[in-house]
């Protein structure tokens, strides 16, 4: 049996893939953490026969913002020292996830395709994570380009999903946003407030797109790297909106906090290479996938 290593299997997207590679080993922060290297060392004396690298310290715009050089050194190390024992015990294949904050702050064009990546500096919000994930993409190809490995890396645009953190500091905006409407509603609110103007761009996709897009490079053993986004591109009013309409709160009124922050503008990312890879690959889409959600932290959300 081919023996599948996915680190960050706790974490949102790892617990979205388990459904699709039921028999990898899913690790979390508990079982090894991969900022010790003899942690790390020590996990990779099994002979893995690939490996899926997902675990990051990874937080919402306010925690990004706070903490900069933690997040910077956090993920390097992991990163690096994944990187190094997996190419130093032999393993065949790995595929890393990194995220469209990588990509410049401000492009030429869009949507911004895979080559774009250095273009520019990224987003001040959270630049300590945006540049450990390009070092990991520049580790990769080194090692591709030096040892003639065949890993790679995939990277998704934002993300929202059940088993998302609800902790309004570390979460992710379209999961916050649910659980605000669901906190209104229990509130029986007449709104919900968001922070910022509601101008910025987004493309959101649940984690089950990507966890069905991991497991397909895994099954048909896909080793280049590729963007994974939604084609829509919308403005955080206009996911605000849907998102009302999907859970059946059209009367809601969404207020802004204009003295909280944006972040980028747009990011938006071309998936013009990973629909030539996965041509019949579809799209959960955002009403659908809002709905979903909502149904499950309407079950499980306490404050
Ligand atoms: P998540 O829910 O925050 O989970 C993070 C995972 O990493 C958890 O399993 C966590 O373990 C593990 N981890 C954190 N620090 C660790 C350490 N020092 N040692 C070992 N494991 C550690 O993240 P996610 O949303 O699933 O993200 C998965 C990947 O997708 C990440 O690489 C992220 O950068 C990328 N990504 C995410 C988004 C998004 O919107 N969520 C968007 C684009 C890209 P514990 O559970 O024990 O803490």
Not at 163 to 166: G, I, L, V
């Given at each position: 049996m081919v023996k599948i290593l996915v680190t960050g299997g706790s974490g949102l997207v790892g617990r979205h893939l388990s459904k699709y590679l039921p028999d990898a080993v899913y690790l979390s922060s508990k079982d090894a953490?991969?900022?010790s290297e003899r942690d790390v060392r020590e996990l990779f004396s099994t002979k893995w026969e690939r490996v899926i690298h997902l675990a990051a310290r990874v937080a919402g715009i306010l925690d990004n913002r706070s903490r900069p050089a933690e997040f910077l050194e956090d993920n390097l190390l992991m990163n690096t020292l994944v990187m190094k024992y997996a190419r130093e015990t032999g393993v065949p294949r790995l595929t890393a996830v990194l995220s469209?904050?990588?990509?410049?702050?401000?492009?030429?064009?869009?949507?911004?395709?895979?080559?774009?990546?250095?273009d520019g500096p990224p987003q001040a919000t959270n630049f300590g994570y945006a540049i450990s994930k390009r070092a990991l993409a520049a580790h990769i190809d080194a090692c591709n380009t030096q040892y003639g490995t065949s890993y790679n890396y995939l990277i998704p645009c934002n993300l929202y999903g059940e088993?998302?953190?609800?902790d309004p500091a570390k979460s992710h905006f379209v999961t916050a946003l649910i659980t605000k409407i669901i906190k209104a509603e229990r509130d029986g609110s007449d709104h919900i407030t968001l922070l910022g103007s509601g101008k910025p761009l987004r493309q959101f996709m649940h984690a089950d797109d990507l966890a069905r897009v991991i497991a397909e490079c895994a099954e048909h053993d896909v080793t280049q790297s590729f963007n994974v986004a939604v084609p829509e591109n919308l403005s955080i009013r206009q996911i605000a909106e849907i998102a009302l309409s999907a859970t059946g709160n059209e009367g809601m009124e969404i207020r802004f906090d204009a003295s909280g922050p944006d972040g980028q503008f747009r990011k938006d990312v071309s998936n013009a290479r990973m629909m030539e890879l996965l041509p019949d690959f579809r799209f959960t889409g955002l009403a659908e996938g809002i709905h979903r959600v909502y149904s499950y932290y309407k079950a499980n959300y306490k404050e």
């Open positions: 953490d991969l900022r469209t904050c990588i990509f410049p702050d401000v492009a030429s064009s869009y949507p911004m395709t895979e080559e774009m990546m250095h088993f998302d953190k609800t």
